[in-house]
């Protein structure tokens, strides 16, 4: 148990007002190892963004456990612990935000944005000190250290997101939800945010989670990977597993659809009947049903249970034992 | 006009924006042609200019844009130069909407959230099919079934706020489709959409261009969707075309530093994982005061001192119909140093 | 070198901007709107007048002459029978016209009274403090010097207007700073705490917005005793006219507080473990601190107006006191604004001075985003 750095348990956020209730995230559970990166995958409406707050704290989950195993060895629930708790392990657990203009506040220069969180945790700091360490990490990530003055609207979105990745680096946390973080970004820039965040954790021994709707990202860094769907977890395996192999139908539509940057790879889509379902109105029994190519009268009436099917390997589907489902190939490197 | 089956050709288009600070040299010399039926992949990142490229095929960019070139067309009245036309004549107005029509990134932003999509996609019916109400209604709502929309009856009374991001997509499609254009301009129109949504757009654009026999030039910065659409590509930074050719050969054999960049900056999926992706250093530079010599030159590998920072590159061939805008072409062999397979 | 020097200054000029903070960018912005920077210096000049008031008025408030009522403006002369004797009056004398017999004055050619700088006059506290009897400007006993004419009373207008304009000027001051705070209080308690709190505040906002504020201001000032100290009166107006206003502000602080709640940098900062009162005053209330002052700045002119209207109504400043208000009482009648039209100058002060702040609240108002 303890080699995990963090056990997500049945991790619920339900949003009400008035008549409408809507569950943005239902039931989720998964553990991760340290120094791993776990992806999260889904459309619209699935409640990966909320999932990724409700773990940093940034919301209030409904309710549910977040097990984080401290450096001491010591298993807390990050969510349920007493206010003196939280403000020694916060810093142990930092985001990234998506959007590289809202992240950042305008009226502060770079340096004071960097510096906040040091102000707020380690209030005995001096001031050179902190600004010594500022210019570390913007160097790490980077930034050029003279730059620092400046205010954010002198930066390009690329450089922005790496502002942002300081702040989340400068106070040494563990754990880094990264909220779509170069979604925003053009191609090239991608790549080297992308690049500069597995550099790092590899130099600091960061574990990840990496929130995205982009799969090739996701295959790309991740270790593991999570499907969601509507507010749950419909699949969570290794990451070459899941792309090869898929268990759920979701999965295996998913994977189809995303376009291959090789033209001598046809296209061959499974195609999704209807729309994304409103998530304040879910359908019955399997949220996907209604959609699904392989669905019965099983799948209308009961919710399939999200177990383990073989080790470290979860679905959330009635016929997952006997589907035969499409991924991709890794021996040839052309889909099937 | 190159051939007689080519439908758009545009010929050294310049386009300058007045800003306080000076002039924007948005778009340098841009030269390409487009066949009738083919799809033309235009890829770049932000701040390559092939927006504005898009916008002054239908010579819709503003005021402030100063635009000079040729853009032949080969509209229903022979052979036109769009640039040439009045502005806010008769004749791009015939062009505009029937013959090139647009389709954008925000389907959301596109509509008037006051009137009904179908108001919205029979104004273009009867503008330029027919004004007989009764007729305009029916092919109006035939044209959203062709794309797609269920009980097309009953939608054709809704308003944008009653349709997902996926519908209004193909109602926009609908609109630009209903006059069964020559050329279709598709701007980013998948990149704001879910990956199944944009699985489903995508194979609509490709049947319809397949059945009404039209040209599409499909803008994006997705590598992924280029590979699933175009029949060519055309690779643009910084306000120039650098690298064009067909589909395969961009891929498989790219050529420009930036291309071969781009390409390997992103991951393939369903192929094994490398350890690093190939990045490009530093960032686009704004086209302000750009000094002489090749605009990629600050952030090449392949550059050589002296001619690439001193005389742009021209294109040359490097395959058949693949052509090239760079000097160290040939002269030194850049992938070794990019380490793509 | 030409373009060495080029490529110099637009580095500068880029590093400048880079460095720049908000409100730096504001006021480069703000710079750039010419009404607006027109509109600072004719504001700047008459607060300087309303400032130093009582120095440059020639006559203080009671000074009263019966033998000038309703004189007009006395002409300032320059040359006597063609020899120059600097800027200087004749005597007055008051005629009735032989057919119409309606008063005239006449200018008295014998008597010449020079115009004199620093003259010595009546008694008055600078900014209530500095006690003197220096005036800028006036002339020896006998003559009387009236750049605006004189009132019913015989009494200066131009004194009377540049004394007045201390409480024209002031008052809307002193309203904004009590809209200002119980703005900020109320409409933040609103926006942070949200909930019942946040409906009860915001449908007490809405009843008092909807009460007509003419009618209100009118009888919450008749309700004013008599015969209290003017200072009072001056405070119990200053207070009514900010009665309303604070409320318009109060739901634009609310509002920006719901709305940069959601920014994802607050929730950044609350991730990072900053306390939530250090959140609202490093994070929100710069935020808001732009939209504010363009409200309040274009607020000033509906309390300029208020206050001048229930003066002239006979409802607001009493005498001694004065204001622009209270002198254009004497321009009620047309027959009085025909026969002496310099009475209605107050009212052209007061144009002037709401479409100054009206124009310098556009200039902020266009330059309070810089960030859009």
Known sequence: MSDYILQIKNLYKVYTSKNITVKAVTDISFNIKKGETIGIVGESGCGKTTLGRCIVRGIQATSGQVLYTAEDGATYDFLNIDKKKLKELRKDIQMIFQDPYSSLDPRMTVLNIITEPLKANFPKMKKSEMELRAAEIAEKVGLNSSYLKRYPHAFSGG??????????????????????????????????????????????????????????????????????????????????????????????????????????????????????????????????????????????????????????????????????LRGFSYDDEKAI | MDGKDTIVQVNNLHINIKMDEGILTAVRGVSFHIDRGETLGLVGESGCGKSLTCKAILAINEQKCSTSGEILFNSDNGVVDILKLPPKGSEIRNIRGKQISMIFQEPMVCFSPLYTIGNQINECTRL???????????????????????????????????????????????????????????????????????????????????????????????????????DRVAVMYLGKIVETGPVEEIYLNPKHPYTIGLIGSVH?????????????????????NLPAGCGFYDRCNCRIEGVCNVKEPKAVAVGPDHFVSCHAVGQKTCEEGHGIE | MILQNVTDRNKRKEEEYYLASQWTLMRRKFKKHKLAMISLWVLGFLYFVALFGNFIAPYNLVAYNSKIINAPPTKIHLFHEGKYEGPFVYGIRMERDPVTKRKMYIENKDEIYKIKWFTRGSEYKLFGLIKSDIHLFGVDEGGVVLLMGADSMGRDLFSRMVLGSQVSLTVPFAGTIISFVLGIIIGGIAGYLGGAVDTAISRVIEVLSALPTIPLWMALSASIPPDIPVVRVYLYITIIVSFISWTGLARIVRGKFISLRKEDYIMAAQIAGVSNWKIILKHMVPGFMSYLIVSLTLGIPGMIIGETSMSFLGLGIRSPATSWGVLLQEAQEITSIAMHPWKLIPLFAVIITVLAFNFIGDGLRDAADPYK
Request: charged residues 25%.
């Open chain 2, 268 to 288: 393939k999926i369903g192929s094994k994982r490398k350890e690093r992706l190939y990045s490009i250093d530093g960032t686009v530079p704004l086209a302000l």
């Open chain 2, 128 to 230: 330029h099919i027919t004004k007989d109400k009764k007729k305009s209604r029916e092919i109006s709502i035939e044209m959203m079934k062709k794309v797609g929309i269920a009980n097309a009856e009953k939608r054709y009374d809704q308003y944008p706020h009653e349709f997902s991001g996926g519908m209004l997509q193909r109602a926009l499609i609908a609109m630009a489709l209903v006059c069964n254009p020559k050329l279709l301009i598709a701007d980013e129109p998948t990149t704001a959409l879910d990956v199944t949504i944009q699985a489903q757009i995508l194979e609509l654009i490709k049947e319809l261009q397949k059945e009404l026999k039209m040209s599409v030039l499909f803008v994006t910065h997705d590598l992924g969707t280029v590979a699933r659409m175009c």
């Open chain 1, 159 to 324: 450089q922005r997101q790496r502002i942002g990745i300081a702040r989340a680096l400068v106070i040494n946390p563990r754990v880094i939800v990264c909220d779509e973080p170069v979604s925003a970004l053009d191609v090239s820039i991608q790549a080297q945010v992308i690049n500069l965040l597995k550099d790092l954790q590899r130099e600091l021994g960061l574990t990840y989670i990496f929130i995205s709707h982009d799969l090739s990202v996701v295959e790309h860094i991740s270790d593991k990977v999570g499907v969601m769907y509507l507010g749950k977890m419909v699949e969570f395996a290794e990451t070459e597993a899941l792309f090869s192999k898929p268990l759920h139908p979701y999965t295996e539509a998913l994977l189809s659809s995303v376009p291959v940057a090789d033209p001598t790879v046809k296209m061959n889509r499974i195609p999704l009947k209807g729309e994304i379902p409103n998530p304040a109105n879910p359908p019955s029994g399997c949220y996907f049903h209604e959609r699904c190519s392989y669905c019965i009268d099983r799948c209308t009436k009961e919710s399939p249970e999200y177990r383990e099917i073989e080790k470290d390997r979860f679905v959330a589907c009635h016929r997952a034992e006997e589907l035969k």
